[in-house]
């Protein structure tokens, strides 16, 4: 049976990635990518597959119920793949109630559309949420995160996914809604938005400008190249169990600064620098408010279960990644004109 898949959220970096897999993957889905494009939603992202007859682009807003419930209709969707959310911790931090609107209003509105479409009709439907280990919380120096760990979020941005994941898994239990979440550690690879750590630094090194690392640098993070996220997605949707939880993540910690300095090293490497160049650049700054110490995935049930494996390792996936803004620095011209002065300004003061 064809799927015609909802896709929210399509124009952004996981999104983007996410999109060009089934478009390319599955020919015989129709996939539809409704997107409000807000400053981390670029169409750019998705120019060498957007021609594609089997894809449609909606610009709208998840919150409009009415256009939601306009899309479900016309495009007879069986499956929607929620991704839109507003993403990033330090803007939570100044302005949390955009992260409750979104991510916890949005997805509810999401979830009451496909209800109503679906009229308790649930063959051959799914609900699929994406979301993040930020929800269990912060990890001391040892122990990983597993699917059924407490949540424990203490963001403004992961207090608004852990709500949403609440939603989806209630619908599940109220209303017998089909549907999967899945829980991925943090994302790298290409068309990542520059406000975030790596790409953020890739910028930066580029501009010759400081690299700021909050507090020591001692914080943990699980990267994940994003093509393997969206790869285990795919996994996950085709052979997954309803109302279950898969935790996603590349057995992969690094401190920032440990993490930044390999980053400066292949930079060096990739820009014919004297080793040592981009190091220098390295600068403490201001820890972030209730900055989460470790973040580590256990999973497991992914492999044993459904048989995903991360396909690259990080060296791999991070000379990639340079390799691709090296190759894309319009695409960063371009997403940094307009509002990216103003916010970084207001967050790093220069
Ligand atoms: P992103 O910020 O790059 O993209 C978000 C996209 O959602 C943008 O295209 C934006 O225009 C769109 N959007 C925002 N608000 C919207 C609204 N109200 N209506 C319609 N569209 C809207 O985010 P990302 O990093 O690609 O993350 C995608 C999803 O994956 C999010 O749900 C996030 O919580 C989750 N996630 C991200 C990571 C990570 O490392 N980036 C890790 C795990 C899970
Ligand atoms: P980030 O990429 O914002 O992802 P998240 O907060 O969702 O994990 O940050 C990754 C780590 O890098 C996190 O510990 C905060 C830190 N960080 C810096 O040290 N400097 C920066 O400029 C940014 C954006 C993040």
């Known amino acids: 049976m064809t799927k015609n898949i909802l896709i929210t959220g399509g124009a952004g970096f996981i999104g983007s990635h996410v999109v060009r897999r089934f478009l390319t993957q599955y020919p015989q889905y129709n996939i539809i990518n409704l997107d409000a494009l807000t400053y981390a939603g670029n169409l750019e992202n998705l120019k060498d597959v957007d021609h594609l007859p089997n894809y449609t682009f909606v610009k709208g807003d998840i919150c409009d119920r009415e256009l939601v419930e306009k899309i479900m209709n016309k495009h007879d969707i069986n499956t929607i793949i929620h991704l839109a959310a507003e993403s990033h911790v330090d803007r939570s931090i100044t302005d949390p109630l955009a992260f409750v609107n979104t991510n916890v209003m949005g997805t509810a509105n999401l979830l009451i559309g496909a209800k109503k479409y679906w009229q308790n009709d649930y063959s051959n439907k799914l609900f699929y949420h994406v979301s993040t280990d930020e929800v269990y919380g912060s990890l001391g120096e040892t122990g990983f995160f597993y699917e059924d760990t407490a949540y424990d979020p203490r963001s403004p941005y992961s207090a608004s996914k852990a709500a949403s994941d609440h939603l989806v898994m209630a619908f599940y239990h109220t209303y017998h809604m089909p549907v999967m979440i899945s829980n991925c550690s943090n994302n790298y690879g290409p ?34 190249y994003v093509i393997d996220h969206a790869l285990a997605i795919d996994t996950i949707i085709h052979n997954g169990k309803l109302g279950e939880t898969y935790n996603i993540g590349g057995h992969n910690e690094w401190t920032n600064i440990d993490l930044i300095r390999l980053l400066c090293t292949l930079m060096d490497q990739k820009l014919g620098n004297e080793p040592g160049t981009s190091e220098q650049l390295i600068t403490y700054v201001k820890d972030r408010a209730g900055h989460d110490l470790r973040y580590a995935i256990d999973a497991s049930k992914l492999k044993n279960e459904l048989d995903w494996m991360p396909s690259v390792t990080f060296e791999e996936g991070l000379s990639k990644t340079i390799d691709w803004y090296l190759e894309n620095q319009d695409w960063l011209e371009q997403v940094t004109s307009g509002d990216y002065a103003n916010y970084y300004k207001k967050q790093y003061g220069s």
């Open 191 to 224: 068309n990542h938005f520059p406000e975030k750590l790596i790409p953020l630094s890739i910028h930066n090194i580029l501009q010759k400008k400081a690299l700021p690392i909050y507090g020591k640098g001692e914080n943990v993070r699980d990267w994940l």
